[in-house]
């Protein structure tokens, strides 16, 4: 390992120091072959979807084909559906990578080992935080860029915002990878694994309950729902995601309906309105406290 016996920075913290942890972490989970699974299921799910958007132009009843407007409508409702199974795919991704990185270097002695060398234990936590960021980012960017082109060179149709719908894949990921880190400091993977992805659920259905009240102006239930994206953001990501591949007429459509459409707004695929900008300092704001509290748990904890 290198000399990490470099003057600390701000609060304490050594920049290489964290800057090798991240280098290992990125190694270590690489060689992994879970990452090699992730990548064969990603290569499936582009080659069935852009198989099945292929298909489209011989879509059509009595005998007429779909126009190339109703071609794109279709594939952009495609391309949600797509994302949110990657949304899925990317929860259990992060949290089956997160959530032994601590618990498992604590079980098997490497986390006395390195922590005897001047590494703090906010470094460890840093690094490993920045490098299955990086990891996770890097896998987001390159398989939303091949899909979106594969479907561009089909269909000529590209989403609103594809540069949004990354930072929201991006930022979803990153609140459910550090809050099974933050747990890991403290319970096995596999525990850690279910109560992480077992709030994924309960912030999932929140939305979808907070939808349906808005919707029928319930105040308790969209109460409730603003609650749980709140606590847990990965819904409000999720559903500025979906914001990000709505088309502007399919949104124009939907408010042209006004009250016709409440049962449309309950829709976990469809978003008329993309997140508030207070909403994504919140989840800033919540990244950088469970983060922090990660480093506290660690702190407190005797290895």
Do not use: C
């Not at 002695?109 to 990086?134: E, F, M, N, Y």
């Not at 399919?250 to 449309?264: F, K, L, P």
């Amino acid at each position: 390992m290198e000399n990490l016996m470099s003057s600390p920075g701000v609060l304490g913290l050594q920049p290489r120091a964290i800057w090798t942890i991240t280098r290992l972490t990125i190694r270590e989970t690489a060689r992994r072959k879970l990452l090699l699974a992730l990548l064969i299921l990603t290569m499936v799910i582009i080659a069935v979807t852009l198989f099945g958007i292929s298909r489209l132009s011989t879509i059509g009843g009595n005998g007429e084909k779909l126009t190339t407007l109703e071609i794109k409508t279709v594939t952009s409702q495609i391309l949600i559906v797509v994302m949110f199974m990657w949304s899925f795919v990317l929860a259990l991704s992060a949290v089956f990578v997160a959530a032994s990185q601590v618990s498992g270097d604590i079980e098997s002695g490497i986390a006395q080992a390195i922590l005897t060398r001047p590494i703090s234990r906010a470094d460890l936590v840093l690094g490993k935080w920045l490098g299955l960021l990086g990891l996770l980012a890097t896998y987001i960017v390159g398989a939303v860029v091949v899909e979106l082109v594969g479907i561009k060179l089909l269909t000529d149709y590209e989403p609103p915002d594809p540069l949004m719908l990354i930072a929201y894949l991006v930022g979803e990921t990153a609140v459910l990878m550090t809050l099974a880190l933050l747990i890991s400091t403290r319970l096995s993977g596999m525990t850690g694994g279910v109560i992480a992805l077992g709030a994924y659920g309960i912030s999932w259905i929140g939305g979808i309950a907070g939808s349906i009240g808005a919707a029928f102006s319930n105040d308790t239930i969209t109460h409730i729902g603003t609650t749980t994206q709140l606590l847990m953001p990965t819904d409000g990501l999720w559903r500025g995601a979906v914001y990000s591949l709505e088309p502007a007429a399919v949104i124009t459509a939907y408010r042209a309906v006004g009250g016709a459409g409440r049962a449309v707004s309950a829709n976990p695929f469809f978003e008329p309105n993309g997140p508030p900008l207070v909403y994504i300092a919140w989840v800033a704001a919540w990244l950088l406290a469970v983060l922090v509290l990660t480093i506290y748990s660690l702190n407190r904890r005797e290895i």
